[in-house]
């Protein structure tokens, strides 16, 4: 899935298909994909078309994963760290809140400074990574989104499914690519009565159509 000018073609990030046409943004979104029993994103890693991902995102283009998309960009090392299996070893499907734990990025710099309601919908979230890397994502000041309470305050209990610091999301160095396990498409829609995700949206759009 991608956002791209009228005028692209579209491309599949299955099959064999190995082009990205003149796109605006790429999305890896959530789901589930080929060869997740093995470990999630691990074979989807290696997709012929993950190849021209890495060159967009090297290049400065900007990618998205959500969810299994998240997975997947880490599995690449397109961000750091890695995703577990949650703490209970149980699949979590159900609302959370997140708060952003940066201004810097493309996809937080107009997300209002409180807790959003998200949902999630995972087996394999919990963010984990060594505690060198954990510092150089609080230096780098890439952690993007904390899970907390309503209230918007971060602790143990608000944390869904045992991420290291409660982080939800991540970005690279660069602050082009950007993986989080919550769901904001699915709170987009006032006939679900939860818009809190739009404002992600909303964020990537004043650049994307700048």
């Not at 890397?133 to 899970?147: A, I, P, S």
């Not at 610091?165 to 660069?174: F, L, W």
Request: charged residues 20%; proline residues 5%; hydrophobic residues 40%.
């Amino acid at each position: 899935m991608c956002w791209r000018p009228r005028w692209a073609s579209p491309w599949s990030v299955c099959g064999t298909r190995t082009t990205i046409y003149k796109v605006d943004m790429v999305v890896l979104p959530g789901g589930f994909s080929f060869g997740d029993y093995l470990r999630s994103g691990a074979i989807a890693r290696f997709s012929p078309i993950m190849q021209e991902v890495a060159a967009h995102a090297k290049k400065g283009g900007l990618v998205l994963g959500v969810c299994n998309g998240f997975q997947v960009l880490c599995e690449a090392g397109l961000v750091p760290g890695a995703l577990l299996h949650n703490e209970g070893q149980k699949f979590i499907a159900k609302n959370v809140f997140i708060r952003p734990a940066t201004r810097k990025t493309l996809l937080t710099s107009a997300v209002p400074d409180k807790a959003l309601k998200i949902p999630i919908a995972h087996g394999e979230g919990r963010y984990h990574a060594d505690s060198a890397t954990l510092k150089m994502l609080q230096e780098g000041d890439q952690v993007l989104f904390r899970y907390c309470d309503a209230d918007g305050k971060i602790h143990d209990g608000a944390n869904p499914n045992g991420s290291k610091e409660n982080i939800a999301g991540v970005c690279n160095s660069a602050r082009n690519v950007f993986g989080m396990m919550p769901h904001p498409e699915r709170a987009c829609d006032e006939r679900l009565g939860n818009t809190d995700g739009r404002s992600l949206f909303d964020s990537l759009l004043k650049t994307v159509l700048a």
